[in-house]
């Protein structure tokens, strides 16, 4: 599921890295599609929450998570604290995630489950490609991209908490400023600055990809 596609676009070396990877964001991050902004306008029936949050689960609430794993490879010693700190705050959204699905009740009855768990087994899977990548930049890119996509994430998860009576806990991931910093200070190079680019392309891609899926199996359920 992970493309090989390197992001083209002609104004990134006159733009920081950063900034390049929030307009990549505003494109293809999960704000930007259509069954995410359902969930969070309440347009759909309780139970495509429900959905959501066990996929949700499913992909990001394993241990130690893509995060870590990129910490432990410190393909890029540089970004350790920063990793660090992302880390800690990640294990934290994992109790989260594991309080929510929990509260949501069993995973909705769906038609084509099997179909449903092999595309999040390969999603699971292009995340741990991404975490161990070599490339410098690559692996970081993903963490900057899941930091920044996580914003609109806990808003639906932050909706399902709210129908589900679970109580909202306060994030404690870096701030955005010090996430922009360290893209920035890791990016200064064009070739860096390509592969965390490409790294936060493959981010979105897969969080896309999920809510795809999560669309089709609405659809499936009679709810769209």
Known sequence: MVSTTVPQDTEAGERSAWQALVRLGEADASAAHPHCRRLLT???????????????CSVHGHHPGMIAEVLAHAVQPEARDWLASATEGF????TYLAQLTAA????PSTPGQAETESALVGERHALEMLARSERRGCATGAVAALLQDWGTIRLVLDTAAGRFGVTIPVPTFPSDTDTAAIVNRLGTSPGVQRAI????????????????????????????
């Open 104 to 107: 949501v009740g069993p995973l």
């Open 42 to 56: 309440g347009s759909l029936a309780p139970r495509n929450l429900s959905d959501a949050v066990h996929a949700l």
């Open 197 to 224: 680019l490409f790294g936060a392309q493959q981010l979105f891609a897969q969080h896309r990809g999920l809510w795809s899926l999560l669309e089709a199996r609405s659809s499936a359920r009679g709810d769209l």
């Open 91 to 94: 294990s934290a959204e994992r």
